[in-house]
């Protein structure tokens, strides 16, 4: 059985030379963690010396890595990418699958690690389910976040829309060998570089001792638990305010937010999305990725990183 040797603080030359970024002393980069609770502890990898300026929240099934590119294009800004609850290297709860845990629930878990790591940052970027992850911390601790960047997401996704990220997402738990799960990834993201891919997954994915690969997030995947909540909770404010759900939250942000909409086909955003957000947040900035689809950090990386910084 072949062993592929995985070291995640190697490959940022990579990024740099794909996408012709200066690569002439390798980046600060050291990975962190943060007891969420008793036992339990979010990971993160913090950029750069100095108090973070910039959060990074990755979309579901996704990690830390997804933003390389990104955070290399925003040197020597400092920031910190968190591998949200039971994806990357953070602990996942005990009672469920991540796939089932509300955006929410992933807000409580996330702003202590933001407090310990990042509590002055400008800004939180994030896409997809990081990017309702973003809207909830508003509510959860909205001390936290001073500006907020959504990445090709907004609350009340129309489900046939990321039915292409879903059937990636729920494809199967386990490859025999890296080339079939190579294969699959390719087959679902036709418009990126093999060698693109092929970091994704050893970032994303863990070889086990039997020679075979399981999607990090997956090591989670459980029997259905008999008292597994089938119900969202309710979204209450710390000062006791109460919203019905994260499309009620989001009009009710009082700091500055910018969409960064993806207009290839695999976004999950449409114009009326786009119009909805705007009768919601008149004063909402849009800005549109023509040659992206729902991961702009993968697809235009450079072009989201000067949108990042010209904003937060």
Request: hydrophobic residues 40%; charged residues 25%; without cysteine.
């Amino acid at each position: 059985m072949d062993r592929i040797p995985y070291d995640e603080l190697s490959m940022f030359h990579e990024n740099a030379e794909e996408y012709g970024l200066p690569y002439d002393v390798p980046p600060t980069v050291r990975r962190e963690e943060v007891e969420v609770a008793p036992g339990r502890t979010l990971s993160a990898l913090v950029w750069g010396e100095g108090d973070p300026e910039i959060v990074l929240l990755h979309g579901g099934s996704q990690n830390a890595h997804t933003w390389d590119t990104v955070a290399m294009a925003l040197r020597p800004r400092p920031l910190v990418a968190i591998d949200l609850p039971g994806h990357g290297h953070s602990d996942a709860p005990g009672w469920a699958q991540i796939e089932t845990r509300s955006p929410l629930a992933a807000a409580e878990d996330v702003a202590p690690a933001i407090r310990a790591l990042a509590p002055n940052a400008r800004g939180i970027v994030g896409m997809s389910y990081g990017g309702l992850t973003a809207i909830a911390l508003t509510v959860v601790a909205p001390e936290l976040v001073r500006k907020v960047l959504l990445v090709d997401v907004l609350p009340g996704l129309k489900p046939e829309l990321a039915q292409h990220i879903v059937d990636f997402v729920n494809g199967p738990a386990t490859f025999p060998s890296f080339d079939e799960l190579l294969a699959r990834t390719m087959e679902f993201n036709p418009t990126r570089s093999e060698s693109s891919l092929r970091r994704g997954i050893l970032h994303n994915a863990v070889q086990l001792d039997d020679g075979s690969w399981v999607w990090r997030h997956s090591r989670w995947r459980v029997d259905e638990p008999e008292s597994r909540p089938t119900d969202e909770p309710p979204i209450v404010s710390a000062d006791g305010r109460y919203y019905t759900d994260l499309a009620d939250a989001l009009g009710e942000i009082h700091v500055p937010v910018l969409l960064a909409r993806g207009m290839r086909s695999s976004s999950v955003l449409r114009d009326d999305d786009e119009a909805e957000l705007l009768r919601r947040l008149p004063d909402a900035e849009v800005v549109r990725f023509e040659e992206s689809g729902h991961s702009i950090q993968g697809d235009q990386p450079v072009e989201l990183a000067e949108v990042i910084q010209r904003f937060v």
